[in-house]
């Protein structure tokens, strides 16, 4: 396996994955990460954007799968429900078990799945142990949160390294 703090694409955002492309790499999940790449964490429900987002990839028999590590019990149900897909929230990213049980759920194998999300050492580091090919993309907003900003600085190198593999 690659360096497994790699990703193995970086876009810019979500809205970049077209189900074309992701019907031409064989992929049929798009298992994706919650706060900072599908919502910014102020916002509490799917835009209109996400919302075509998520019909064009029904209408291209790909399925889209929350996988949080989120603690707030109504924010990922609640945003889920919304737009009307599945989640598994508390995923504990980096660990795999969340990733499992969402492929379990699907019945879909893991090479036709992809994981989509901002954070280098929960997003991408368990998409790549699990076995998932992993897609980073920018965080939506880091807002004025010093944690969030200091760990978008330590996630530098390997954001650099997965753009240069592209
Ligand atoms: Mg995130």
Redesign the pocket.
């Known amino acids: 396996m690659a360096f497994p703090l790699v990703p193995a694409h970086v876009a810019g955002s979500i809205f970049d994955l077209t189900p074309e492309a992701l019907r031409s790499a064989g992929i049929r999940l798009v298992l994706a ?5 599908l919502v910014s964490y102020e916002e509490r429900l799917p835009s209109p954007a996400l919302r075509r987002w998520k019909e064009a990839l029904d209408a291209a028999d790909i399925r889209l799968f929350v996988v949080s ?1 989120s603690r707030k019990s109504r924010r990922c149900p609640d945003f889920c429900a919304a737009l009307d897909i599945p989640c598994v929230r508390h995923a504990g990213k980096p660990g795999i078990s969340g990733f499992r049980r969402a492929l379990e759920e699907t019945g879909i194998p893991p090479e036709a799945a992809i994981m989509v ?3 280098i050492f ?2 991408i580091w368990g998409a790549n142990r699990a076995g998932i090919r992993a897609v980073l993309v920018k ?1 939506i907003a880091i807002g004025k949160n010093p944690l969030r900003a200091v760990r978008y600085a330590a996630e530098t190198p390997f954001r650099l390294a997965g753009k240069r593999r592209r």
């Open positions: 990460d919650l706060d900072n790449t590590n999300g901002d954070q929960t997003d965080p």
